[in-house]
């Protein structure tokens, strides 16, 4: 049985004044009633999908928000977060009634509902970035924000299969790493675990098996060792608490699926999990615990000297007790345990003095791991193409983060896989800004070399020097490419235009297009509209320096151009032949059962090519988008989806002249000359190349991201064959 199945669905206002009641928080409870109220009437007779009354969705979130140790202007926020999006109240009045704190949560919080974007992604995108401008002013945002969520998927079951999917989707992409940086472990990992039970059911119902057909024995396991531990420890009962912590089913999913072990090759599937009052009864403990049991070598973690970037503080051992029997212990304090699990939440007491008590140092803390996480928000809010941020959080928030350490003794974080260009950056914009070179452990090393835990970085720089265009390429971060980019943008703003419309330019000659200068500038307007630039310059600085990827914009460059500017083709014949029934239009390669004179483009989420099954989605203006079938954003069964009537049959026709872009990883033994061998081979097919990209993946072996034009799959495959063929090329896979 799910660990999370105890859990109430639904909580009312009663449930939300005892909790508050048992916490040691001054609220302001008279505030509270009022926002209750309010959203009580707002929301009237409204009901959820699974048919319960509206108004227990907001008093469930803010449960939870006061479950977290939150103040009242949270606790009201959540009970508003609904009342402006779906009612007759406006944000005025709730500025108005309680304040500009309260509103601003509430508009965080809120989506964006009355602005027309091209797609899915970029809703998706636009709602995560108005989140994020938010958050960079007011943490207290995306603690509502990731309430609200955490309540919806509790209760996902009664939506569609793929509404279920995309919320579980954009909860791996968006929500978990944000609650991870924040150091919410119980939320990320319940928001994890809910989400993979409609990814992949088949896998968490596996894992979840296998879990429960371990529980007798791990519960007696636990409450065997915890006797010996409580023996030997030799402190007072009231003062140490033991107890069995399982690992959640996703990250157990990630260890067992993606690297391929089974079930009994993860060591810490459980942890004994000690808590104790002091810092020094920490390190007492261990060593009673390595009394007991043999420690296994390189097991050991110290995250209480070095705490993570999430501010995440514990001791880790791994032992092996006598019968043979391999588990972890983790040792932390009552505080720390409240941080390793609400994260930033637990700590907001310490921010706004709820207690007599205040903790200086641990303020401080707060406040720094508060503008790192703004840092990398602004980061994100200052992108210029916003489809980028999701993967950007990605990035940033990854869970799995290298600790490196200046000359003095600082120690910074990054995610794994940065260069010595993000540390710069990291360390202050100017230091990266003049950055030459850098120093590891004592000896110079390349501009892309990628840092790892435990070393001695030292950054070198010289005033006049400044960045380079290739480092956008090569480093790690948002935040680093940003102030890269930010640079370019500041600095060498005539030179980006120049090399922006350039940029363009070449690519509509590729495309076949030609305009005069004023032509161009009518074609871009749309794109001025969108990205809110005041003249074209600012669209060709923006392309130029990096802002804007023009790979991703050419197809709706293309559309548009079809749309005012390509010319009539000449229907006069030269041949009379007899009249025949008028056929349905053609439009690149692809024909559209049951409609004429539809516009069509072709999804870059599966890119299809000519030979594959495909299918057509109606997207509202912007005609029929066309996937692959087997693509993860068309549903198995088409008559499950939330608008079945939106899907259409479509067909490759048998001459399709067009080309098409293609993503091919590369994957083979790193050497010197190669990614030269795989351009002469490329270039002598005469295959047009966007770009290429390699990354070393480790054991000598390295990744090559070629994105090309091809024809149809026919095409492809002879060109997979002479990539196959050349040497120390492993495998060609399609993106």
């Known amino acids: 049985m799910s660990k999370y199945s105890n859990v109430a669905h639904y909580q009312d206002f009663n449930e939300l004044l005892e909790i508050m009641k048992n916490s040691n928080n001054n609220y302001d409870t008279r505030k509270i009633q009022k926002a209750y109220n309010l959203a009580e009437a707002a929301h009237g007779d409204q009901r959820r999908v699974s048919g319960i009354p509206y108004i227990l969705h907001p008093t469930s979130v803010a449960c939870i928000v006061a479950g977290f140790g939150m103040d009242s202007d949270s606790i009201i926020a959540a009970l508003l977060h609904d009342v402006v999006e779906d009612t007759e109240y406006t944000l005025d009045y709730v500025r108005k009634e309680f304040g500009r704190d309260v509103a601003n949560i509430v508009d965080g919080v809120t989506k964006i509902s009355k602005i027309k974007l091209y797609s899915r992604e970029e809703q998706q995108a636009e709602n995560v970035r108005k989140m994020l401008i938010a958050m960079s002013n007011d943490i207290r945002v995306i603690i509502v924000k990731l309430a609200d969520r955490l309540h919806n998927m509790r209760t996902i079951e009664c939506m569609p299969e793929q509404k279920r999917r995309d919320k579980s989707r954009e909860n791996m992409e968006v929500f978990a790493p944000i609650a991870h940086r924040l150091g919410m472990t ?54 140490l608490m033991v107890y069995g912590r399982v690992k959640s089913i996703n990250s157990i999913y990630r260890k067992t699926y993606m690297r391929n072990k089974s079930i009994d090759e993860i060591y810490d599937i459980f942890a004994l999990r000690i808590i104790v009052d002091t810092v020094q009864e920490c390190y007492n403990l261990l060593g009673v615990i390595h009394d007991l049991y043999n420690p296994i070598p390189n097991r050991f973690k110290d995250y209480i000297s070095t705490p993570k970037p999430n501010m995440y503080q514990s001791l880790h051992t791994t032992v092996i007790d006598k019968d043979g029997i391999t ?36 303020a401080r803390e707060l406040d720094e791991n508060i503008n790192r996480i703004k840092d990398i928000l602004r980061a994100q809010i200052d992108a210029d193409d916003s489809t980028d941020i999701i993967r950007n959080i990605r990035n940033d928030f990854d869970q ?60 070198l720089t010289q005033k006049d020097s400044h960045p380079r265009r290739d480092w956008l390429d090569i480093c790690k971060t948002s935040s680093a490419r940003s102030k890269i980019r930010q640079w370019f943008k500041r600095e060498k703003r005539d030179e980006n235009i120049v090399e922006g419309k350039m940029m363009i330019e070449r690519e509509l000659k590729r495309s076949n297009i030609s305009l005069d200068n004023e032509q161009l500038e009518e074609l871009l307007q749309f794109m001025l509209k969108k990205n809110k630039f005041n003249t074209v310059e600012d669209l060709y600085a923006s392309v130029g320096y990096g802002g804007i990827q023009l790979w991703k914009v050419m197809p709706r460059i293309r559309e548009e151009y079809n749309t005012k500017f390509k010319p009539e083709e000449d229907e006069t014949p030269i041949i009379k032949q007899p009249v025949q029934a008028r056929k349905r239009r053609i439009t690149s390669g692809v024909t559209v059962e049951g409609m004429e004179d539809c516009l069509i483009k072709f999804s870059h989420c599966c890119n299809p090519l000519p030979g594959d099954e495909i299918i057509g989605y109606i997207t509202r203006g912007f005609g029929v988008s066309i996937h692959k079938r087997s693509c993860s954003n068309i549903p198995v069964d088409i008559s499950t989806a939330e608008e079945p009537e939106r899907y259409v049959n479509v067909r490759w026709n048998d001459e399709v002249q067009d080309s098409f872009r293609t993503t091919l990883d590369i994957i083979c033994t790193d050497r010197t000359g190669l990614l030269a061998d795989v351009t002469i081979a490329l270039s002598s097919m005469h295959i047009f190349i966007y770009n290429l990209i390699t990354r070393q993946i480790g054991g000598g072996r390295a990744l090559i991201t070629a994105t090309i034009d091809v024809n149809n799959r026919a095409h492809l495959e002879t060109i997979v064959k002479r990539l196959i063929s050349i040497k120390d090329v492993e495998d060609v896979k399609r993106y």
């Open 186 to 239: 119980a939320v990320k990992e319940e928001l994890e675990d809910l989400s993979l039970q409609y990814l992949d059911p088949i896998g968490y119902k596996e894992i979840e098996d296998a879990l429960s057909l371990r529980e007798t024995e791990r519960e007696r396991f636990i409450e065997r060792k915890k006797k010996e531990i409580v023996k030997a420890a030799k402190l007072p009962h009231s003062n």
């Open 400 to 459: 799995h983060e290298v600790y490196v350490f200046s000359p003095k003794g600082d120690v910074f974080s990054l995610p794994e896989g940065s260069t010595v260009i993000d540390l710069a950056y990291l360390i202050h914009t100017e230091v990266g800004n003049h950055m030459v070179g850098a120093k590891v452990d004592q000896r110079i090393v390349p501009i892309d070399y990628k840092v790892k835990t435990g070393e001695i970085c030292e950054i």
């Open 327 to 362: 588990f972890e212990v983790q040792i932390r304090t009552w505080e720390m345990h409240s941080t390793a699990e609400n994260g930033i939440a637990a700590h907001w007491k310490y921010k706004l003095g709820f207690t007599r008590i205040v903790n200086s140092k641990k």
